[in-house]
């Protein structure tokens, strides 16, 4: 018998090699273990009823404490003060059990700069509606992760149905933008707008202050009537 060409048996060992490489490892194929995959962002809505709007990367990070990074699985959201049935409510809950609803909304910041978002949320009345409002009730006081606090007319919170917003342009709250609720505070300022909300208190108080209001911000927030007191 003849001598076998050296190319055969260097073929050979080649396809050994590669089989034996699935034989030990079955299943890898390029890319499976994490070679040029790239981590897919969710795409935001950039145009609505025919106006461009703003992109979550447009904000600017001015809160108190830098982003609250929340547990969803842990999250509760607290409903509480003057009602007759105190709510606390899983992120879920809140998403899957109340009626979402969108705008298209313009965020104004006392630093100059403005967003205009699509938000979709679930309307705060629905949230109190459920916990059961005293009538002596006049104000909504909202609480946040990183302990900041403002609020607004009960009546306003009604009339103007306000959402709690759980995405924008399409997309879930980023944390830094308040996952995994925001205030979507219309024709207020800024810093009505709280974010990492978990708590909702209903009362009596027309004169409460939150964060800001302590420091001289009007307490109203009204966007007509400047921003200080």
């Not at 050979?12 to 981590?39: D, H, Q, R, W, Y």
């Not at 969108?102 to 699509?118: A, R």
């Not at 009339?159 to 505070?185: C, K, Y």
Request: glycine fraction near 8%; charged fraction near 20%.
């Amino acid at each position: 018998m003849g001598r076998i060409p050296a190319a055969f048996i260097a073929i050979t060992l080649v396809i050994f090699v590669m089989l034996a490489g699935c034989v030990i490892k079955p299943g890898v194929f390029p890319g499976s273990e994490g070679e040029n995959i790239t981590s897919l962002i969710p795409a935001e809505v950039r145009e609505y009823e025919g106006e461009r709007l703003s992109s979550i990367a447009d904000f600017r990070e001015n809160s108190i404490s830098g982003p609250q990074y929340l547990n969803r699985s842990a999250y509760l959201l607290e409903i509480n003060g003057l009602v007759s049935r105190p709510l606390s409510l899983t992120y879920d809950q809140v998403i899957s059990e109340y009626p979402a609803y969108q705008k298209k909304v313009t965020l104004f910041c006392v630093e100059g700069w403005e967003v205009t978002i699509l938000w979709e949320g679930v309307r705060v009345g629905d949230l109190l509606d459920d916990a059961g409002v005293n009538p002596a009730a006049n104000t909504v006081i909202f609480y946040a992760a990183d302990g900041y606090s403002t609020s607004l007319p009960l009546e306003y919170i009604r009339d103007r149905d306000i959402l709690l917003a759980h995405s924008m342009n399409g997309v879930i709250l980023p944390a830094e933008r308040g996952f995994p609720f925001q205030l979507v505070a219309e024709d207020r300022w800024g810093y009505k707008w709280i974010k990492w909300v978990t708590r909702i208190e209903v009362s009596d108080d027309p004169a409460y202050r939150g964060y800001w209001e302590q420091r001289g911000f009007s307490r109203t927030g009204e966007i007509k009537r400047g921003f200080f007191a």
